[in-house]
């Protein structure tokens, strides 16, 4: 349902308006997108950021028919999957990951594990914790955007069909609810059947959105969300990491990348996320509004006996397996308050921004384990289950909460040059228990950030920044004190050059990174851990985005990052960090036939590479160097019918992607069949 504009549409940006929307979301010109607000918390046209952004928009969706936002990420240089809990992935940004966290329409929230929804994903490079925190914004953070209301009658459907059994139905609507269109709302949802080429694994998941928008006055909007899915699925905790140096010689490639821990008839998980959030902008006066937004989520998780943990043997090659089952229950909420003034008194226009931001968070777990039979990794063969049933393995609480405040200044000082500086502090408490045994810690952080673009010319947009993360280390010296929070600083330098005739953009970015308070292993106190460890990231990013020739849509990239350990007492310095290739490059290319008798036929192929990867520091497995390349083509009948096919993976490459423990492989070639239909006004 994505709507690109035409050339001869496309509205010319407003030079002397910082702010050129009132939301987060706009228009896009087919895969190249003009404003954010992920870098500002208010939308501003991506010229004038001083920092890297890229945005994944909806044509891009629905070209690739992606299901899952890592899928899309891919796509975006110096950007890695980090698979999580159960379905759960995070993000890996120039080299660093700090926890599972991303933003949901600029509020903490969690990867939301389904693409219905999402209109958009908005990545941006480098240190935020000055608008967003100590969570979620360490090196970089992912913001989805969701899918808004719509003021005309637009529907869709759309029909999956591919290998290991995979069924989708998804369906969207939306539109006014009022003749003045006041009142307009969105609903969508899609129901999905999926095998797996890993053994004894499939999953099932429904998942339904709707979003309302009131605008209760000219320049005043209320805006309520929800989301609901369900998912059961069998838990794969991927493959044990093994270098060769046990007595089989077996190393984690050997195995077969069908072997899984699970039984067959192992029980599975069934979890449940309910999301409901929203954001109002009102103009309270000439250049003042006030923003308010907020989400709340409610995750329960019955985790079944599918959830197995191994420990290899000495022979290195028979596994000891046991599960951890149980419920696992977190609640989350976030509000925010801003304050936004607009003025011409210096510059051309400059935007103050002061907010405050509460955010707490209940994590519960309560895990039974049972001992399996062992398992032969290379036969598959299992043993027959010792006796005995389920016994009492951990549990305990956490609960994390924090209050901040922050200012920003925005400034369109003139024509050409803009400036951004902002601060926030902020104050964090994690309370919690295991197995009966903790106590509450607390510490607060000052996050500053300052950015730069200058015009060099009408095309060629000079930018730099220099900012600050933390994330909490919430762990005990040994002398029982809390330790620093592990902090990054980042400097970063770069060139946007529009192209085509405005029709694409090149954006070209040099950074270096310095990480400290790493917490390592104590050289001097076996058992015990410092919080001095240094790791460093610095490298070139190159990203091209744009309509190359009429009809050719294209996103090229590649980023060179050197990572290394860099604190001398570390066992691991001068080591290459985990999940970081020093080469990564991707390309995606777009074609459809815009006139003539094959009009609506449209092809496109996606390819990424990635040099070497360490598996986990210290450095022990290496993943060879790997390249995807996938294939669809799709046919637009009177622009209401698309019928779709991709490829993926079509050199039946393979491939894997760690968290740092594991190994995961990742899914060998597929074929997957797309049916739509497009209703509207």
Sequence with gaps: MAQAQSADERAE?????????????????????????????FPVDVDLLPNTIRILPQELIEATRATLPQDLTRFVSGVQELPGFGTNSGFVVRGFFANYEILRNGVRGENPGDLSSIERIEVLKGPISSLYGGTGAFAGNINV???????KFEAEVIAYAGSEDFYRIEGDVGGPLTGDGSVRFRLNGAAESAGSFREFVDSDKFVGSGSLEWDIGPDSTIRLDASYLNRRYSFDEGLPLLDGSLASGLT?????????????????ADETYWNIGGEGNFALAEGLTLRMAGLYTDYAID??????????????????????????TTDR??????????????????????????????????ASSRNLGQLDLLTGVRAAPPPGGLTPAFAGFSLY????????????????????????????????????VGQAISGSQVSPRVGATYFLTDDTILFGNWGKSFAPNFAFDIDGD????????????GLRQK?????????????????????????????????????????????????????LDAIVTYAYNETRVAEPTDPSFGQQLAAAPKHNASAFVRYEFEEGPVTGLGFNAGIVFNSAIQASLPNTIVIPSNARLDLGASYRIRDAWRLGVNVNNVTNSRLYVTNLFALFPQAPRQVFVTLSRSFGD
């Design 252 to 268: 984690t490639f050997d195995i077969p990348i069908e072997r899984t821990f699970i039984d067959a008839n192992a029980e599975r």
């Design 499 to 551: 192209l085509f005739d405005d029709r694409a953009m090149l954006t070209v970015a040099a950074f270096d990174i310095k990480r400290f308070n790493v917490v390592i292993p104590d050289i001097n106190n076996f058992g015990q851990a410092v919080a001095s460890g240094r790791q460093t990231s610095r490298g070139i990013e190159v990203d091209l985005t744009g309509e190359l020739l009429p009809g």
């Design 303 to 328: 985790i079944g006996s599918s959830r197995v943990s191994g420990s290899v043997r000495a022979d290195g090659r028979t596994v000891d397996r046991i599960t951890f089952e149980g419920p696992q």
């Design 401 to 436: 909460n924090g209050d901040a405040v922050y200012g920003q200044v925005f400034s369109q000082l003139t024509d050409r040059f803009s400036v951004l500086a902002g601060l926030r502090y902020d104050e964090q408490t994690n309370d919690g228990q295991f197995n009966g």
């Design 482 to 493: 809390v330790f620093d929070s592990d902090q990054i600083r980042q400097i970063e330098i």
């Design 13 to 41: 940006p407003d030079a002397s308006s910082i702010i050129v929307t009132g939301d987060a979301f706009s228009e896009t010109d087919g895969l190249l997108a003009r404003q954010s607000s992920t870098g500002s918390r």
């Design 145 to 151: 955007i969701t899918k808004r209301p719509l003021e």
């Design 333 to 366: 909420w976030t509000v925010q308050t801003d304050l936004i003034y607009r003025t011409d008194a210096i510059g051309k226009e400059t935007v103050f921004l002061v907010g405050y931001e509460h955010f707490e968070q209940r994590y519960e777990y309560d």
